[in-house]
Structures are given as C-alpha cells and as structure tokens.
C-alpha cells in the first residue's frame, strides 16, 4: 500500500513581510514539515495588509493546488498566526467537505471586525488554538476568532502570559535581533501596515503586563504545543485505516496503529503513548465523538474514566458496521456532551 501523503499550509499574520523574513512559526513549521513528512508544504506571506478574505482565498487556492500535485486523497494541515489564523479558519469553510482538514492550528487567531469572527468549518477534524491571556493587555480590542471547534471535530485550547506579537515566534527564534531589558515590559507600537495604521479605538503605544523575558521564553510552550499536534495529526494520517478513509466498512477490519484482527470481526488495539479514545476512534472509523462505542467496548480495560486510557493497554475495537445510525448519533451526543 502507497505511503499516504500529506499536505501542509501555513498563513502568516499581517504586518510587513520584513518581520518574519528571518523565521517565524509559521516558517519554521514548513522547513519541519519538508524535512520530516512532505513536500507539499506551502507559506503564505504577510502581505503589510489586514484584509483576511484575499489571504484565504490565497491559502484555500494552494492548499487545492497542493493537493492536486500529491494525487489521492491527502491528509490536509493549515495553520495561522494572528490574521492569517483568522484566514486559517476562513479557508476551511471555502475548502468544505471535499477537502477534510486533519488538524488546524491556531497561534492567537484575531479579527477586529465582527464579521471576522469566523466559525471553524465542518470539515475540520482537530482544532489546536493558543492565545494570549486577556490580562496581559496585549492588543487589548483585538478580538479572539475561532474560540470553538466545527460540530464534527475535536477542540482544544490554551492560554499563554506572551504578547500577541511573541505567538510569531520570531523573538523566541531570533532572541539577539531583540536587544532590550528582559525584565522590562513590553510595549506594543502601533500596528502599521503598508496601508497604514490598523483601525483601532486606541492611538499611540500600547503599554503590557508581559516582560521581554516572557515574550522570550514562553513561546516555546506553545511551539511544543501546536507543533506535536501537528505531528501527531500527520502521524495519526499516515497511519489511518481503510475505513477511516472512505472503504466501506464490509472491506474489511482497520489494522491501524497496534491494531491486529479480532476474533469477534473487530480488531485489537495496543494503546500508544499520547492516545486518547477519540485519537484512536478517528484513525479506524474517521470519527472522533464515536469514542463512547470504543468506551463502552472496554470498561473493564479502561476504568471509570474514558479520559485515563494507558500505553500498553489493549483495546477491543469493534466493527461500527454493527451500530445503527441512531446509535452511532447517540454515541457522537454523549462524546460532544461528556464532561
């Protein structure tokens, strides 16, 4: 069977294009991905404008092309920073079903104006989104936009004491074009654009709660963060069953990951180092809120609570071709509504 390919976008935030020139996340996120998983690896410039729909329709036309070369039915990442998250999510919707996104990856995602409070689109399977905490009172009237997952995927989020700026990467990879008092704290200028100033009910500089040191420092957490979920979406792909990627369920059982044939029709299942019931779920059924069926298949194994799965353990996974609809729709309410 032919290695699955897969295909990476990353968009950039606005601002001119000098800032991130020496690398950034987004940058930084490519090269990875051209070394280790794919060439299909493309970067969206900032382009000194705050204008997100010309930037998505940018993303949405290469992450089409990018496909298009790879041949199949690649796996699809697209990550963004700042605006370019904001066209991240905006992407997504224009994609639709014909284009299921593994994993979308957001570094402070922002939209000033509130038709720019874009929703994830149904298509997306995973949603990763770090953002700055609201007490740092950095850009303080910008507002977060993708707060919240499609209706068929997963979502995660987390909040970091950096400044908005500091989610680019660029001072965290690039620390001595940054000559200041670490203990100080950072002040924001006005955000220019080649347009000029972005609109804002502020003037002048913005003074934060965050220290130069923090801007430094604390980036790195949340590059480990979205970076391995990154990996683990391209992992989790590459590794996908038949099923999982539109085969009829009657072809045959999924030997996904540590999977191997069961005696009862399904297969069985070696649980791995960063698994999760839903992770293991999307890789044989191409559903991550079936997983109260995985549950309940493995109370015994599994225990009271469907969140502490172990590596080494040893799952049963039955074959969903013996649930009903109504029964799978009932397993994907309980999954959306567990608490």
Not at 139 to 161: F, H
Request: proline share 7%; hydrophobic share 40%.
């Amino acid at each position: 069977m032919a290695q699955k390919s897969l295909v990476l976008v990353t968009i950039e935030g606005a601002g001119p294009d000098e800032l991130y020139r020496t690398g950034s996340f987004m940058t930084k996120l490519v090269d990875d991905f051209r070394r280790d998983y794919t060439p299909y690896a493309g970067y969206i410039q900032a382009d000194g404008t705050i204008d997100v729909f010309p930037k998505a329709d940018l993303a949405a036309a290469k992450v089409r092309s990018l496909c298009k070369q790879a041949g199949g039915s690649p796996g699809v990442i697209i990550a963004g920073y700042s605006r370019g998250g904001a066209a991240a999510i905006a992407a997504t919707q224009m994609l639709g079903l014909d284009y299921p996104i593994e994993a979308l990856l957001l570094f402070d995602a922002v939209g000033i104006a509130s038709r720019q409070s874009f929703d994830v689109g149904t298509n997306v399977r995973r949603t990763c989104h770090a953002y700055r905490m609201f007490s740092t009172m950095s850009r303080p009237l910008w507002g977060n936009c993708g707060m919240s997952g499609g209706p068929a995927g997963t979502y995660q989020s987390c909040s970091y004491w950096i400044t908005h700026g500091g989610f680019s990467g660029v001072e965290y990879l690039h620390p001595e074009l940054f000559p200041v008092d670490p203990n100080a704290l950072v002040v924001e200028a006005p955000m220019l654009t080649t347009r000029g100033q972005i609109p804002s009910p502020y003037s002048g500089y913005n003074h934060t709660l965050v220290k130069y040191r923090d801007d430094r420092l604390n980036p790195a957490a949340v590059w480990n963060w979205l970076s391995g979920e990154a990996r683990k979406a391209a992992d989790a792909f590459i590794s996908l069953s038949p099923e999982a990627v539109g085969i009829p369920v009657s072809a045959g059982p999924p030997h996904a990951g540590g999977g191997s044939p069961a005696v009862n029709g399904g297969s069985k299942y070696t649980v791995a180092s960063g698994d999760s019931l839903s992770l293991i779920t999307g890789k044989f059924w191409g559903d991550v809120l079936l997983w109260p069926i995985l549950y309940d298949a493995n109370k015994p194994v599994v225990g009271p609570d469907p969140n502490k799965i172990v590596p080494g353990q040893k799952l049963t996974v039955p074959s969903i071709a013996a649930y009903s609809q109504q029964q799978r729709n009932d397993a994907r309410a309980r999954g959306r509504n567990w608490h």
